[in-house]
C-alpha cells in the first residue's frame, strides 16, 4: 500500500499536467462555490442565488454537490493524461518488467483515484457546512443534515466517474481517443435515451405521460453515465417546479442509480485489469 | 550446473508464428548470446519470458519455477528494445520508482549510477540525456536489485562507437562478476567477445543451443605462405587433410576437415619434410560471424 502510493507520488509530483489541472481545479471550485454571493444578470434579470434560497438547508447540498460535480473532468484530465503517459512512454511495460504486477498497477490507480474523490468530497462537505451555516435561513440540525446523502453520491459518483475514465485510459491508451470515446459515450447515451423515451411515451398525453415517466423503468437510467448523472439531480428543478407547479419537491432516493454506480464501478475495475492481463505489451 | 532458465516447447503466435516451439537452458553463471536476424522473435522471447507477452503454448522454469511472477522479476535485471523511464522525472527520481518496485533500498541508487558514470547527472531529467547516457541509465536500473540474471536486448543499439564501447566494458565488467547474462545483439563480434553459449534463432526456430565452439562442426582454417606458392598449393592438395585449398590474393587458406585433427606445428613440419618452407602460417578459427551464417544459410 505504502509502496503504492510512493510510487504515484514520484510518477505524478512533477507531472506538468498533474500541477495544471490540481491549480485550476482548486481555484474554480472555490470560486464556483461562491459564486451565488454575486448578483448574477442572466437573461437581463438580475438573480441572486443566496435570496433564491440556494444556500439555504437542506437543498445547498444538492447545490453545491451538483456544482462542484461539474468540476470533476480537471481531475478526471489529470487521470486520463497520467494512465496514458504510462503507455505512450512505455512505462507500463518497464513497470511490469521491473516487477510491478498487473494487481499493484491497477491498485495504484485506484490509489490515485481515491485520494482525488476523498480530497474533492471532504472540500465540498466543509464549503457547504460553512456557507450554510453563514447564509442559510434554517439552521436547525435536524434540516441541516437532512439531505446530507448528496455527499455520499458525490463520493460515488466522482469515483465512478474516475474509473470509467480508468478504463477507457487503459483500454484505448491515448488520450485522444479517450476524449473522443467520452464524447461518443455521452452523445450516444442521450440518443438512446431519447429513442427509449420516445417509444414509450409516444401517443400518449398529459397525465398518462407523467404516470408512465414516473413508474416505468428506463433502461437508458442504467447507462454509465446517466446513472452517474442521477445520483445528483440538477438543482434548478427545485425552484423551477416549486415555482411553476406551486408543488412541493419531492425528491426520490435514486437507489436503482446508486446500484447501478456500483456495478459499473466494479466492471471498469474488473474490465481494466483484464485488458492489462490479456494484452500483449 | 545449476539451471537458471529452463524454456520448453515456447511458441507464440501472433497472425503468423513468431517463435516456434523453442526449447533451451541457461546455466548459472554463463554469458548466452541470443543471435538472430532482425524479426527472428529475439524481443517476443524476451517479451515472454519477462510475463509482458502472453505465450500461446509452452513453459518455462525460472530458478526452478514455473511461469514469471513478480518475485521472480525483482531477481531479474532486463534491458528491452530501447530504454524506458519517465522523460519529465530526474535519473534520480527514476531509480526511485524501480527502487520501490524492486523492493531494493534507496542507498543503491548512487552506487549503480556510479557504475554507469551518471552519478554527476542525477538531478537532471531523463529526456534531456543522449542516447548513450539513456541506454546506460538503463544498464543502472537493471543493476539496482543485484540481480541474479542480466537480460539485455540490444543493449547497443543506435549508440555511436564511443557509446558502444562503453556499454561493452560496462557489460564485461557485469559479467566478472558472475551474473548470468543473456544477451540478444546482432553484432556478432560483440557477442563473440563476451558470450560463452549462444542460442541461435531463425525465423521463430531455435536452429542451435549450446557453446560457441560447437557452433559448427568446422575446424577453422590455415593461412599460409611461402615463396614458391604453386608447390605449396601442390603439397596441401596431397595432404588430403583439408575440404579446400584456396589461393586468396598473398596467402593460401586451406580450410580443415571435419574428421581431421592437425596442428600447426605438425603441418609445418610435414611440409618442411617435402622440402616446402614457410614464410607465414597461422592456424585460425572461423570467426561467429561466419559460423553464424553458415549455420543460418545450412537450415534453409
Known sequence: MMKLLKLEYYKNLNYRPFKVFTILYFAILIALLFIGLADLKLFGNPINLKEQGMYDFPGIWNFTTWTVALLKIFLGLIIVFSISQEFSNRMFKQNTIDGLSREEFIGSKLITITIFTVISTVLVFCITLFLGKSYSTVTDSEMVFKEIFFIGNYFVKLFSFFCFLMFLSILLRKSVFVFLAFFVIWVGEAVIGGIEAYSKLTGMQGAQRNEVLQNEFFFSKLFPLESMSSLIPNPMLRLNMAKMMGLKYEFTYPTESLIACLVWCAIFIIGSYWILKKRDW | ?300
Open chain 2, 1 to 300: 550446473m545449476e539451471k537458471v532458465l529452463s524454456v520448453k516447447n515456447l511458441t507464440k503466435r501472433f497472425k503468423r508464428v513468431v517463435v516456434n516451439n523453442i526449447s533451451f537452458d541457461v546455466e548459472r553463471g554463463n554469458v548466452y548470446g541470443l543471435l538472430g536476424p532482425n524479426g527472428s522473435g529475439k524481443s517476443t522471447t524476451f517479451g515472454m519470458l519477462l510475463s509482458t507477452i502472453n505465450p500461446t503454448s509452452g513453459d518455462w522454469f525460472w530458478f526452478g519455477k514455473k511461469g514469471t511472477d513478480s518475485e521472480t522479476l525483482k531477481k531479474i535485471g532486463a534491458i528491452i528494445e530501447q530504454p524506458n523511464f519517465y522523460p519529465y522525472l530526474s535519473a534520480e527520481t527514476n531509480l526511485k520508482i524501480v527502487a520501490e518496485i524492486k523492493g531494493t533500498p534507496y542507498s543503491r541508487i548512487n552506487e549503480v549510477l556510479q557504475t554507469v558514470g551518471l552519478l554527476e547527472r542525477k538531478k537532471d531529467t531523463f529526456k534531456t540525456f543522449s542516447l548513450g547516457m539513456k541506454q546506460r541509465l538503463a544498464i543502472a536500473s537493471s543493476l539496482l536489485n543485484n540481480p541474479e540474471v542480466l537480460i539485455l536486448d540490444e543493449p547497443t543499439n543506435g549508440l555511436d562507437p564511443e557509446g558502444i564501447i562503453q556499454i561493452r566494458e560496462i557489460i564485461g565488467t557485469i559479467a566478472k562478476q558472475g551474473i548470468t547474462i543473456i544477451i540478444a545483439s546482432h553484432l556478432l563480434d560483440e557477442i563473440e567477445k563476451i558470450c560463452s553459449h549462444v542460442i541461435v534463432l531463425k525465423d521463430g526456430n531455435a536452429i542451435y543451443s549450446g557453446a560457441v565452439d560447437g557452433m559448427t562442426s568446422n575446424h577453422g582454417y590455415f593461412e599460409l605462405k611461402a615463396d614458391n606458392n604453386a608447390s605449396l598449393l601442390k603439397a596441401l592438395e596431397e595432404l588430403q587433410w583439408f575440404t579446400s585449398v584456396k589461393i586468396d590474393g598473398e596467402t593460401i587458406k586451406a580450410h580443415v576437415r571435419d574428421d581431421a585433427s592437425i596442428s600447426a606445428s605438425g603441418l609445418n613440419q610435414k611440409l618442411a619434410e617435402k622440402g616446402i618452407f614457410l614464410s607465414h602460417l597461422a592456424k585460425k578459427k572461423q570467426s561467429l560471424e561466419n559460423q553464424f551464417l553458415e549455420l543460418v544459410k545450412n537450415t534453409h
